[in-house]
């Protein structure tokens, strides 16, 4: 499909039968035109990101809301303050943050009028570990019935037997398991009081993942492994990539670490000395990967990679197209454009999605995201410096900025 390959953002996508490829290419157009026209929409968003939990199991140091190093949890109160330079939220809004539980009706009535606006691909994720909601296989269930793609994102020490063989059975599409480590000292070093055995226990799940998909002769669901480059866990790239391939895993993504202004974080910001030794390593990984037939994103990775993520360059020379693309939903059910922007457009359980989609706010969100590098601080829409979505962004305008040339080419001779 011509529009496929723009659209596979923030990760790969297999093929997903005819229904799917009908739906995606429908929804892609209508998404492409609303970018192109620059001024409207046309349909709804083509992906969703959806959040199941607030809780997690763990606490992995780079974790932006349980880690032990954190000033305070990086909710998006937090985050917008420090991106405006305004005050800290006080106790009221974490002991509110703390509280919010899911609200399975409120999800089902979400996901119905998501999947009628012509959402087709689902990526269930949270503050915390999505597979602690005790709903999260209906959940998936749904999606996957409605003929959707769904990822979803895991520390993956949930991955019980019961549950994969649900996943298997339900052709569940994408597990991306972040492990941060390729054996077990590295995953005790990157993962505060956790067990001896836990990295044994996600290695077993994901080969009993592996053994079955085997036996079953199914490709689904596909595994991607995340490895988030810090100080603690630089040095660990080959036994990640070793890891990756004992474990039948189909791609993994190196990612940079955002601290995101937490002065806590900040020590897992590599030194100089240490982002020149992991860009070496991650060079001489891409032949491993390749003799392995392991997917992976170096080369895109290599391109962003300093010590941390900073993208306010891509953003310097191309516009952002997300809010045409995709859309975030909150526990709360706050709706926003994506990860980094801090400022919710509306609240489903106060309004359809429908109206939040079209509202004026959002329109306003799109225009004013079409010239970020004019924004200052204060009035800026989003954090474009820890946008974690760039590459879609950068994929999209190689794509169209010759059509839209085209386009204000003839508008102009028209008009002229
Ligand atoms: S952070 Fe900003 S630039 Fe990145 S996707 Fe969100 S709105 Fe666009």
Not at 36 to 65: D, E, M, S, V, W
Not at 169 to 182: P, S, V, Y
């Amino acid at each position: 499909m011509v529009l496929g390959s723009f659209l596979r953002f923030d990760g790969q996508e297999s093929n997903g039968g005819k229904t799917l490829i009908l739906r995606k290419f429908l929804s892609q157009l209508r998404a492409l035109a609303g970018v192109i026209h620059g001024r409207r929409i046309f349909g709804g968003p083509i992906q969703a990101n959806l959040t199941l939990a607030n809780r997690c199991n763990l606490k992995c140091i780079h974790c932006y809301y349980h880690s032990p190093l954190l000033e305070r949890p990086n909710y998006r109160g937090v985050r917008l303050a420090r991106q405006i330079n305004e005050q800290l939220p006080d106790d009221g809004y974490f002991n509110h943050q703390k509280k919010i539980t899911f609200n399975r009706k409120g999800m089902e009535k979400i996901l119905d009028e998501l999947i009628k606006s012509g959402v087709y691909r689902f990526f269930l994720s949270g503050n915390g570990e999505p597979f602690l909601n005790k709903y999260s296989i209906d959940i998936m269930k749904k999606i996957k019935k409605a003929n959707c793609y769904c990822l979803v994102k895991t520390n993956g020490t949930l991955l019980s037997k019961k549950i994969t063989d649900e996943l298997i059975h339900m052709k569940f599409d994408e597990l991306h398991i972040t492990t941060m480590a390729g054996n077990r000292d590295m995953y005790i070093r990157t993962h505060s009081c956790v067990p001896q055995e836990t990295f044994d226990s996600v290695k077993n799940n994901l080969l009993y993942l592996a053994e079955q998909k085997k036996k079953l002769h199914t490709n689904k669901p596909q595994v991607s492994l995340i490895y988030v480059v810090i100080s603690e866990n630089y040095s660990g790239l080959y036994d990640f990539a070793e890891f990756a391939y004992k474990v039948q895993a189909d791609r993994v993504f190196i990612q940079p670490v955002d601290e995101m202004g937490d002065t806590g974080l900040k020590r897992l910001v590599l030194t100089e000395k240490q982002t020149e030794y992991v860009r070496e390593e991650a060079v001489k990984l891409k032949n491993y990967f390749k003799s392995k037939k392991i997917k992976h994103n170096i080369d895109k990775f290599l391109k962003i990679f300093s010590a941390q993520l900073d993208t306010r360059e891509v953003y310097r020379l191309i516009p952002c197209y997300y809010a045409w693309l995709s859309v975030l939903i909150d526990i709360d059910g706050n709706v926003y454009p994506c990860y980094s922007s801090y400022r919710s457009m509306g609240n489903i359980y106060e309004n359809s999605f429908n109206d939040i989609w079209n509202s004026e706010h959002y329109r306003l969100f799109r225009e004013k995201s079409l010239k970020l590098n004019c924004s200052d601080k204060s009035d800026s829409i989003c954090d474009y410096g820890n946008c974690p979505h760039y590459t879609a962004n950068m994929k999209l305008h190689k794509m169209i900025d010759p059509v839209k040339k085209v386009f204000s080419h003839n508008y102009i001779l028209r008009n002229s």
